[in-house]
């Protein structure tokens, strides 16, 4: 296990009055496991000696994976952003911390999801993505990836389970819907998996999940009114231009929601917004797709879209004018942009 220097107790301050601790910190962490689960899925497992005060919120809560630079396991190879200093943790700044960098001692960071959290074993699960090489080169995570073996050190910036807000960094925010709706690709695969295990018995869910090849297909166990679909982008799709063996990125996860909500406008009337508000033209390219509300209409209904940034966008535009449901009944999120690295 990675070792920590002296600190104050958890939970209290020098001066035993109560520490507020920010919602979200730096992890020295080490790679315990890399595992691969399907042709483009890995799931990576981590240890450190302070996950025993991690997050435990789940659903789709974001962690960021600061990256050495290419090449470098050690950890004397990442940079100080206060991860073994409690007044740093407390102060919540490991950002500014990172942007002061110069720029040659500046590593990238990736966001992704929480798989899964064990406090008591000090161990994170993190299923990633390992995209097709793209034609440019791949980008730091990727590269990392590619290459990662146990015993790697990496910093992990995610929540703090003595924060005042557990919630922070979550978009799933249902309030008291009864029936959901879930739709992403491969990136968004984590999130739909946690949020259904967390999900009662007694709420309708259908979930449609978008991945590269059928071998990426994950087992999830649905509850007694829950349905998964697993769409292959490998099995291929009648398109205007004729049968595609690969079927275009979006085009499944485009034509299930479509098909849903043709079966399905009972349970969309309430969520029906009389008075639709314009959406805007975003530029996916320039601008980051993310609306996620946090005031509900309070209909039964509650959909979460999430994945590569031009196929949200067009879900998006479908949903909310195309079918007439309230935006404060959906939330959007552009996880990635095809092409294009992860703004920091």
Same mark, same amino acid.
């Given at each position: 296990m990675l070792t920590s220097p002296a600190r104050v107790e958890r939970g209290a301050s020098s001066d035993a009055?109560? @520490?507020?601790? /920010? %919602?979200? *910190?730096?992890?020295?962490? $080490?790679?315990?496991?890399?595992?691969?689960?399907?042709?483009?899925?890995?799931?990576?497992?981590f240890e450190s000696d302070d996950f025993d005060v991690f997050g435990t919120t789940g659903l789709d809560q974001r962690i960021k994976i600061v990256f050495p630079f290419d090449g470098a396991g050690a950890a004397d190879s990442l940079p100080d952003l206060g991860q073994h200093d409690d007044a740093a943790i407390l102060?919540?700044?490991?950002?500014?911390?990172?942007?002061?960098?110069?720029? @040659?001692?500046? /590593? %990238?960071? *990736?966001?992704?999801?929480? $798989?899964?959290?064990?406090?008591?074993?000090?161990?994170?699960?993190?299923?990633?993505?390992?995209?097709?090489?793209?034609?440019?080169?791949?980008?730091?995570?990727?590269?990392?990836?590619?290459?990662?073996q146990a015993g790697d050190s990496v910093l992990i910036v995610g929540p703090d389970a003595r924060t005042a807000d557990p919630l922070i960094g979550c978009d799933w925010r249902p309030g008291d819907a009864g029936t959901v709706l879930l739709v992403g690709d491969e990136t968004a695969a984590p999130a739909i998996s946690s949020i259904l295990e967390s999900l009662?018995?007694?709420?309708?869910?259908?979930?449609?999940?978008?991945?590269?090849?059928?071998?990426?297909?994950?087992?999830?166990?649905?509850?007694?009114?829950?349905?998964?679909?697993?769409?292959?982008?490998?099995?291929?799709?009648?398109?205007?231009q004729g049968f595609q063996a690969i079927a275009p990125r979006g085009e499944l996860l485009q034509r299930s929601l479509e098909q849903w909500v043709s079966g399905h406008h009972a349970d969309l009337e309430a969520a029906l917004d009389t008075s639709p508000i314009a959406l805007d033209d975003i530029d996916v390219d320039t601008e980051l797709l993310w609306d996620?509300?946090?005031?509900?209409?309070?209909?039964?209904?509650?959909?979460?879209?999430?994945?590569?940034?031009?196929?949200?966008?067009?879900?998006?535009?479908?949903?909310?004018?195309?079918?007439?449901?309230?935006r404060r009944a959906v939330a959007f999120m552009g996880y990635w942009r095809e092409g294009r690295s992860e703004g920091q």
């Open positions: 009055s109560p @520490a507020i601790y /920010p %919602a979200y *910190r730096p992890f020295a962490a $080490r790679v315990s496991r890399v595992l691969p689960i399907g042709r483009h899925l890995v799931r990576v497992s102060a919540g700044d490991w950002y500014a911390r990172w942007r002061a960098l110069p720029d @040659a001692e500046r /590593p %990238a960071f *990736r966001t992704y999801t929480v $798989r899964a959290i064990d406090p008591a074993a000090r161990r994170l699960d993190v299923d990633m993505v390992l995209h097709d090489p793209a034609p440019g080169g791949d980008g730091p995570a990727a590269r990392w990836l590619r290459r990662v009662a018995p007694g709420i309708r869910a259908q979930a449609f999940i978008e991945v590269a090849s059928s071998d990426d297909i994950q087992r999830i166990v649905p509850k007694a009114r829950q349905r998964v679909a697993w769409l292959a982008r490998d099995a291929g799709c009648e398109t205007a996620s509300p946090v005031e509900l209409t309070g209909s039964d209904f509650y959909a979460w879209l999430a994945g590569e940034a031009a196929v949200i966008k067009r879900l998006r535009r479908y949903l909310v004018s195309d079918v007439g449901v309230s």
